[in-house]
């Protein structure tokens, strides 16, 4: 395919999004056709679950349920936007992807490992992001730019889970050193930024 995938991982609050922003704003300026998405969500059918998945109201949802609708939602998405935008030629950046199935349902609901390979190779069509950033921070820190009030049914989980989530991340990353590049959530806005372009240039797919 032609394009490039780049996704975004990390637990809640740790400024993933803000650097999604940031990157997309350098590579348009850069002359690069940009689809800037997110998951759970991106096309109307994927939005839909994601308001499922979101809702407080269902806290009597199993983890088995939500496997399944974070990969129906995932599915809906990589076929209808992302692999048509990379077939294009486009960049497409993802405010998450795949890699918080196997955090979230895999290392921190326990999920079996092998049905959630299978179900992701399914979902996604077998696409593999060409990149990955994990921004790590301390749960604590996350945590703390978050609302409580405001918080959704899987931010407000305990701290004992999102601990999980985010030692599952980094697990995860030690199985293709190419593809996962984990940053240090604590250093500045810029720093960071940069240290993504950076990466990005050392895989040889910007001028
Ligand atoms: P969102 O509000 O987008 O959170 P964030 O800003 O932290 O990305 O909500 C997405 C939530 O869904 C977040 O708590 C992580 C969770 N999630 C999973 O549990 N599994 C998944 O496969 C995905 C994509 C997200």
Redesign the pocket.
């Known amino acids: 395919m032609a394009g490039f995938f780049i996704t975004f991982e990390g ?4 400024g ?2 803000t650097q999604a922003k940031l990157l997309r704003e350098y590579l348009i300026k850069e002359g690069y056709q940009v689809l800037l998405t ?4 991106g096309p109307g059918i994927s939005e839909k679950i ?1 308001n499922i ?2 809702d407080k109201g269902n806290s009597e949802m199993l983890p088995e349920t ?1 496997l399944l609708l ?1 990969m129906a939602s ?1 599915s809906q998405h990589t076929g209808q936007w992302i692999i048509p935008a990379l077939q294009k030629g486009e960049i497409v950046i993802s ?4 890699d ?2 196997l ?3 895999g290392a921190a609901r326990k999920i079996n490992r092998n049905i959630i390979d299978i179900i992701i190779r399914y979902a996604t069509f077998g696409l593999v992001p060409d990149i990955t950033f994990i921004i790590d921070i301390p749960v604590e820190i996350g945590l703390s730019r978050i609302t409580a009030n405001l918080a ?1 049914r ?2 407000s989980e305990t701290m004992a889970f999102h601990e999980k989530v985010r030692q599952g991340f980094l697990d995860i990353a030690r199985e293709d050193e190419k593809r996962y590049i984990i940053i240090d959530g604590r250093k500045d806005i810029d720093e960071i930024h940069e240290q993504i372009i950076h990466s990005i240039k050392l895989q040889g797919r910007l001028q």
Request: proline share 4%.
């Open positions: 637990v809640e609050g740790c993933k999004t997110r998951e759970p969500g994601r998945l979101l939500e974070y995932r405010d998450r992807y795949y918080s199935s955090a979230y349902q959704d899987l931010e």
